[in-house]
Antibody
Framework: QVQLVQSGAEVKKPGASVRVSCKAS????????INWVRQATGQGLEWMGW????????GYAQRFQGRVTMTRDTSISTAYMDLNSLRSEDTAVYYC???????WGQGTQVTVSS | DIQMTQSPSSLSASVGDRVTITCRAS??????LNWYQQKAGRAPSLLIS???NLQSGVPARFSGSGSGTDFTLTISSLQPEDFATYYC?????????FGQGTELEMK
C-alpha cells in the first residue's frame, strides 16, 4: 500500500523544538520530493518547504528560514521536519506530502503551550 | 512570491447543482495548478493536477481547466459527499502557494 505515515502528536513549550517524521512505503522513497505543509485550526494550508530524498537538497519558505530543517534517512524511507524556537503561532497540524503525486500523511498535531 | 486567490471563499449549493470555483495566480504559472479537496479532520486529497488531469479514482463530475493565470474547478452535479473545502495550489515555482480555500456548504 502506497502511503506516508507520520509520527504522533506533540506538545511542546515555547522555545522548544519538535521533530515530525514521515515514513514512506509502497513506492521508491527517492522518486518524489517530500513537501511539508501546515494548517492551523480553522485556517488554510501553508507550504513550508521541500526536500529531495535522493540528493537531500532542500528549499524552505522564507518565513521559516533559520527555524526549519528537513532531512531524510533513505535506509528507512523516512523524512523528518525539525522546527525550532517554537511559539504559540506554530500550533498546527503538520503534513508531509508529495503534492502532485497525491500522497499525504495523516497529519501530526503540534501544540505549543506553556 | 506568487499569490493564489480563490473565489468565492464560501458557496452554498444543493445536491445536483453545477458549481464552479475559480483560482487566479498573481503571475503566469502555465498549467502548474493542482486542486485539492479537504474534509473536516482529514488530510487534503488531490483531485486534479496540471490544471486538468483528473486523478485516478476521482469521479468524472470533477473537471479542471485554465492556463496562465486563470483556472476553474467545476463539479457538474453536486453529490452529498462533495461538501468540503477546496484549495488550489501552484507548483510552478517555490515557494509553492495555496489559495485561501473555498468552503462548499449545503444549501
Amino acid at each position: 500500500q502506497v502511503q506516508l505515515v507520520q509520527s504522533g502528536a506533540e506538545v511542546k513549550k515555547p522555545g522548544a523544538s519538535v521533530r515530525v517524521s514521515c515514513k514512506a512505503s509502497g513506492y521508491t522513497f527517492t522518486s518524489y520530493n517530500i513537501n511539508w505543509v501546515r494548517q492551523a485550526t480553522g485556517q488554510g494550508l501553508e507550504w513550508m518547504g521541500w526536500m529531495n530524498p535522493n540528493s537531500g537538497n532542500t528549499g524552505y519558505a522564507q518565513r521559516f528560514q533559520g527555524r526549519v530543517t528537513m532531512t531524510r534517512d533513505t535506509s528507512i524511507s523516512t523524512a523528518y521536519m525539525d522546527l525550532n524556537s517554537l511559539r504559540s503561532e506554530d500550533t498546527a497540524v503538520y503534513y508531509c506530502t508529495t503534492l502532485d503525486q497525491g500522497l499525504w500523511g495523516q497529519g501530526t498535531q503540534v501544540t505549543v503551550s506553556s | 512570491d506568487i499569490q493564489m486567490t480563490q473565489s468565492p471563499s464560501s458557496l452554498s449549493a444543493s445536491v445536483g447543482d453545477r458549481v464552479t470555483i475559480t483560482c487566479r495566480a498573481s503571475q503566469t504559472i502555465n498549467n502548474y495548478l493542482n486542486w485539492y479537496q479537504q474534509k473536516a479532520g482529514r488530510a487534503p486529497s488531490l483531485l486534479i493536477s496540471a490544471a486538468s488531469n483528473l486523478q485516478s479514482g476521482v469521479p468524472a463530475r470533477f473537471s479542471g481547466s485554465g492556463s496562465g493565470t486563470d483556472f476553474t474547478l467545476t463539479i457538474s452535479s453536486l453529490q452529498p459527499e462533495d461538501f468540503a473545502t477546496y484549495y488550489c495550489q501552484q507548483d510552478y515555482t517555490t515557494p509553492y502557494s495555496f489559495g485561501q480555500g473555498t468552503e462548499l456548504e449545503m444549501k
